[in-house]
Nanobody, 121 residues
Framework: QVQLVESGGGLVQPGGSLRLSCAASESVFRLNSMGWYRQPPGKERESVATITRDGRIDYTRSVKGRFTISRDNAKDTVYLQMDSLTPEDTAVYYC???????????????WGQGTQVTVSS
């Protein structure tokens, strides 16, 4: 069974940094898009950043300029460098990977278990 294994969450003071990592537990074909979603307390899950296999990146407006997403295609690993963190970034962060068919059409989502990020002084 394929799993997305996340690490790097924790408690950090405002203005601090964290780096999240997420790796597939085994090789999976055509993970075209990998990224991070988050769910703040009492709110809906939202997309944070995504990156495609060929390097196309999208950030949600609230993190643009502060977060940096990257991936290692050979390792099926995605990273999220988070700088200038604020209390509003506090959430459970979930890794996501979208598997596509050969023609690029989505076929399946994989999700990590979530890692807690808390920004507080």
């Amino acid at each position: 069974q394929v799993q997305l294994v996340e690490s790097g969450g924790g408690l950090v003071q405002p203005g601090g940094s964290l780096r999240l990592s997420c790796a597939a537990s085994e090789s999976v074909f055509r993970l075209n898009s990998m990224g991070w979603y988050r769910q703040p307390p009492g709110k809906e899950r939202e997309s944070v950043a995504t990156i495609t296999r060929d390097g196309r990146i999208d950030y949600t407006r609230s993190v643009k300029g502060r977060f940096t997403i990257s991936r290692d295609n050979a390792k099926d690993t995605v990273y999220l460098q988070m700088d200038s963190l604020t209390p509003e970034d506090t959430a459970v962060y979930y890794c996501n990977a979208k598997q596509t068919a050969r023609d690029g059409i989505w076929v399946h989502d994989y999700w990590g278990q979530g890692t807690q990020v808390t920004v507080s002084s």
